[in-house]
Nanobody
Framework: QLQLVESGGGLVQPGGSLRLSCAASGFTLDYAAIAWFRQAPGKEREGVSC????????NYADSVKGRFTISRDNAKNTVYLQMNSLKPEDTAVYYC????????????????????WGQGTQVTISS
């Protein structure tokens, strides 16, 4: 059964760091593009970062470039989002999403590319 489970969210002060995890099951990461999206209260869902099925291509939203890093561990079938220099505007529920298939590129422009979603993890940046 295909499943994505996010973890690692929490409450952090501005300037702090968090690492989110997205554990995948029912498929292997080399057969899917994985993306992180976030949604703050009253706002539309926003693409944050993604990694292609080859692992060789990553994309980031301008708002997180230089602060967030996406990576994956094929042995653990898990994708990570390392978030540094966090700001209050990073507060949101963070979701990971998958587009299953071979030779998948990735995009953070639209959530419609990704049919499979996790349940989300809350990230709150506040002093």
């Amino acid at each position: 059964q295909l499943q994505l489970v996010e973890s690692g969210g929490g409450l952090v002060q501005p300037g702090g760091s968090l690492r989110l995890s997205c554990a995948a099951s029912g498929f292997t990461l080399d057969y899917a593009a994985i993306a992180w999206f976030r949604q703050a209260p009253g706002k539309e869902r926003e693409g944050v970062s993604c990694i292609s099925s080859s692992g060789g291509i990553t994309n980031y939203a301008d708002s997180v470039k230089g602060r967030f890093t996406i990576s994956r561990d094929n042995a653990k079938n898990t994708v990570y989002l390392q978030m540094n220099s966090l700001k209050p505007e990073d507060t949101a529920v963070y979701y990971c999403a998958a587009d299953i298939g071979r030779l998948k590129l990735c995009t953070v422009v639209t959530a419609l590319r990704y049919p499979h979603w996790g349940q989300g993890t809350q990230v709150t940046i506040s002093s």
